[in-house]
């Protein structure tokens, strides 16, 4: 392989079979590199951002706020609060003076305007050199307002997307505990991690309906501020996404004691097993009764569906590179399901562990990369032979510009990709990008 | 209804501490902007890692092409100690990965507020790596995103690149074109211009092919196209710099510097939208080539005015909200004020202090009504004020579609970002010929509104 990684980044690749396992993660991303990364802030705001009633104040200049309004698909039953970004819009004179006061009028303002149910308030860069104390702004809104105003410990530059999601964690453990949980049944669970993209936390909602289990609080896809205050007196924690709120879980484990388990919802391999897996839990007979009739049900209708599209795609390559690596292993085994061959794989926040998984369930020759840039990206494109790149809108344009089919998957997306009939949608998104008859005119495959 | 004789009733703006749904971005990004349209180069931000990357999917969700932006990516320790050892690391691994003729760093309010010197910096490094061969030229603007927009910062980064590079010697033949942020159609159509005028021209930036390449079999670490450094060196040595931005003068631009170094006459004029404002530019083509229009847009200008004529009524006396950038919103106001459509309502995000005048003088002698101009806007106050105003037309990015849909009216999607349909990059604003597409835009998008509200449903106009 020609030498496409800087030399500081070569332990952060690996090719399956070509050297006994070992990759080098979640260390800091290398100046210059152009890392596909976000930041600290980035990762608090992914995670609290579908909470539709809550105030979201971003506390900073305003790129922060203004990068990510309605940055998310993420949709909501009710309110939709969140898809408006506030920013104290920070000056010159703020960032001399301190920023607390105008915060602090800010925040009194836009309760008033909006009645939240909660307000969430960004830390940014800026705010963590200047030393504005949120604690003490947060705490005295709050005791004017009468609602929960939660500071949210995020200044970009204090480590990766993963410290967001801590901060993010933190934020919600706030809320938690405080909402009465007189009348929650004992088949009872919180849905951790989905952020009800395209509807999505709604599907998988169903099928746990389905199965006779009261979903408490949804954390955070459609997410109400009084669910998530009660959330504590939920028997169980699934959770989705475990790079962003495996944290939490664990920490209510720890206070409130609810054990919790990790599941996929995308690919139906994934998706049955964590129905099962749940099912198992509650230790009751025709709980899994109802849960087999359910995955019966549902897979033989898929079944049938995906059959034209595993016939077309089958031996068609696909690479990966995603931002945590759980959904990396469910897109693997997506693509095996439709006969699809997965070459090269890679997340920007994986662990070591999970490094260790995707060894485990790829094949031989799959390059395997953490936190990659775009220079290294499109040399394993190319070398090999990608046909659909799955990542997501950073990643669009290095695909497109080889003139290579893409599917979109990461938060922006419109289309619901999670649950059985997302398993479907997914097919479909392949399918009409790998079979568009608009790659006969590209340069790849002119000069084949 | 709203062809009715105008009224005059005033509305207030509201007095908001905070900003909701900002019109506007911060000024790095504006910088990055600049700095990719010029030969070879990488932007490079000097900051946390987010910045770039958060920019890198606000400009990719628009042009759909890459966009690189290297990053110092610094982290707490570095925010203590500062940046500099991380800023050179950063500048070695972009040269040794990118090869760039140049690097455009720019800064963020991170390394401003921790005090960060990056001039001193580059020059420690240029100190450290003296001898070496095939380095980068390095560019830096500083570019605080707690004080002024993007705009200030693209506006910024033009002024530096001019500032630090060019160089001065025997005059040339050649013009200088300022456009500002203008569409890769746009930059297109500029060099088009010139060409056909005989001029020699380097525009700066120039986005026309950066932000706009062909598919390709090898990918690009640098997209080809952009000015080349050699032409931003000899710009010392033009005879005349054109400058598109009425609004510009509060902050010194890129024409300023080379008029106050090489004494390079400027020619400050608006964004040539509409018919008005691309006859002055054209006058001064003309006087600047001393040819006269060449025939190819004799006959563009003939029938523009032809189809002005042809759609007059459909959109005279409608009603429109314009905002965005403050130059573009002068050369839209301008443009729908000769059209006979009424602004009542031009925003913007950014604080010149000179919008008001600036579109008085592209909208007085033809309007009975002026309409009501306000800088700093954000869209809940564009919002809050267009529900008062009777509106018919929402003119300015994508950003402003919840507006549109919330009144139910058409959105005339110009400008950046354009984030809810492919091809932004490739509207055309200036000249004959975008006035051309605007107008049939804006004409086609009234008649479909009313076609649909109708019960009749009329397929024959």
Redesign the interface.
Known sequence: MEAIA?KDRENQIHVKGEAPFDIVCNK???????????????GSRVVLYPIADALH?VH??????????DIRGALSSGPELHR?????????K??IFGGEK?LA??LR??IERHSPKAAFVYS???V???GDDLEAVCREAEAECGIPVIPVKSE?????KRAGYQAACDALFRLIGTGDTTGISKYSLNILGDFNLAGEIWMIREYYERMGIEVVANITGDGRVADIERAHGAALNVVQCSGSTMQLANMMEEKYGIPSIRVSYFGIEDMAEALYDIARFFKDPAMMERTKKIVEEEVKKLAVALEPYRRALAGKKAAIYVGGSFKAFSLVKAFRLIDMQVVMVGSQTGTKEDYIELEAITDPGTVIVDDSN??EL??FL?EKEVDVFVG???E???A????IGFCDHNHERKEALAGFEGMLNFAREVYSSVMSPVWQ????KK?N | MSTNPPTFKKTKKPNAISTTNACKLCKPLGACLAFKGIEGAVPYLHGSQGCATYMRRYIISHYNEPIDIASSSLSEKHAVYGGGPNLKLGLTNVAAKYRPALIGIATTCLTETIGDDVAMYLRQYAEDTKGSVGLPTFVNVSTPSYSGTHMEGFHAAIREVVAQLSEGGPRSETVNVLPGFVSSADFRLLHEIMADFGLDATLLPDLSETMDGPALLEYEKIQQGGTPLADIKAMGRARATIEFGPTLGAMRTGGDVLAEKFATPLHRIGMPVGIRETDVFFHLLEELSGRPMPEKYAKQRGRLVDAYVDGHKYVFGKRAVIYGEEDLVVGLSSFLTEIGVQPVLCASGSTSGRLTEAIARVTGDTLAEQPQVFEGMDFYEIDEMAAQMDIDLVVGHSKGYPLAKKLNIPLIRVGFPIHDRIGGQRILHLGYSGAQQLFDTVTNALIEKKQNDSPVGYFYM
């Not at chain 1, 408006?84 to 010159?92: G, K, N, R, Y």
């Not at chain 1, 497109?400 to 003139?403: E, F, I, N």
């Not at chain 1, 005119?441 to 790849?444: L, S, T």
């Open positions: 800087l800091d991303s290398l100046a210059g590199a152009v890392s596909q990364r976000a930041c600290v802030f980035c104040l900073g200049p305003i790129g922060c706020a203004v990068y990510t309004w408006l970004s506030f920013s104290t819009d920070l000056q010159e703020d960032v105008k009028a800010a303002e836009l940014t860069c800026i963590g050199i200047i970009g530059f204090k480590g990766n775009p220079l499109t040399t190319k997501g809108v950073k669009r344009p290095i497109y510009k080889l003139g005119f590209v340069p790849r000069n």
